[in-house]
């Protein structure tokens, strides 16, 4: 039980001048919030971050009231959303209704380890420290038990046999393949590869020996790495995937400004 204890040192971000995200996309604060059929439920007021990996754990979502009276909290994980870069909104992969029943907290405070726990078991999400423990939920479910900490979605596609394949990285580095049927069972799951062989993007080192590495997944995904001296990845991280530009929409963009100018 001593593991359930060990969740990360927080601080909210608008409370901390000389705290910064490792990466800027990563300040989602006053970005809209929706639930998975596109209610909107509030928008982001703060950030609650790790102190030690720079990075953002929770979300502090409010929602309702008028000039701060009456308005609602909310305590959500990182985990639990889906930043939409390009539409500036963030999705909460539950319904409004599942939200509004989350745990109570209070944002002048800073998240104590038993809520941090509490949260992450509402979500059915295993947290940075791993798997929930036991007894952390009552209806915590088989599949939540047996997540991988923290794990990304690189791609999905679907094969000639219907099924849906999904790709996978895990924090630890692991790339994950996963084929289900049209029902949703497990066909098939293996590790198919690591970053470390993945090819290099971009790298450089950080003045504390923590080397900052980009590479890129054959599916072309960007997977950012925080990797410490002794080699191990202290964080891993996805950027959002800007919008692909047709050369057809440029062609044509040009052509009508062309059209334009003539007349």
Not at 10 to 19: A, F, M, P, R, Y
Not at 154 to 174: C, F, K, P, W, Y
Not at 215 to 224: D, F, N, P, R, S
């Amino acid at each position: 039980m001593e593991r359930a204890e060990q969740q990360p040192d927080l601080v909210k971000l608008s409370d901390s001048e000389s705290l910064h995200l490792q990466e800027p996309w990563q300040d989602i604060h006053e970005l809209d919030v929706y639930d998975i059929n596109g209610e909107q439920i509030g928008s982001v007021e703060d950030l609650y971050v790790d102190q030690e990996t720079l990075q953002p754990r929770f979300l502090d979502v409010s929602a309702g009231g008028f000039l701060g009276v009456g308005k609602k909290h909310f305590l959500i994980p990182v985990e639990a959303v889906k930043v939409e870069v390009n539409e500036e909104r963030v999705t909460v992969d539950q319904e409004r209704d599942k939200v509004v029943d989350s745990p109570e907290f209070d944002p002048d405070e800073v998240p104590e380890a038993a809520l941090q726990r509490a949260v992450y078991a509402f979500y059915d999400q295993a947290g940075p420290d791993g798997p929930q423990v036991e007894g952390a939920a009552e209806e915590a479910s088989e599949t939540t038990e047996t997540l991988t900490p923290r794990t990304y979605l690189l791609s999905e596609t679907t094969n000639e046999a219907g099924q849906t394949v999904q790709r996978t990285i895990d924090e630890s580095g692991n790339i994950i393949e996963t084929t289900q049927d049209e029902a949703g069972n497990l066909v098939a799951e293996d590790i198919v590869g690591t970053v470390d062989d993945l090819p290099s993007e971009e790298e450089y080192t950080q003045q504390e020996g923590r080397t900052v590495r980009t590479v890129k997944e054959e599916t072309g995904a960007l997977i950012h790495l925080s990797i410490g001296p002794d080699g191990k990845i202290l964080d891993l991280s996805l950027p959002p995937q800007k919008e692909e530009v047709v050369e057809e929409d440029v062609l044509e963009e040009h052509s009508e400004s062309h059209s334009k100018t003539s007349q």
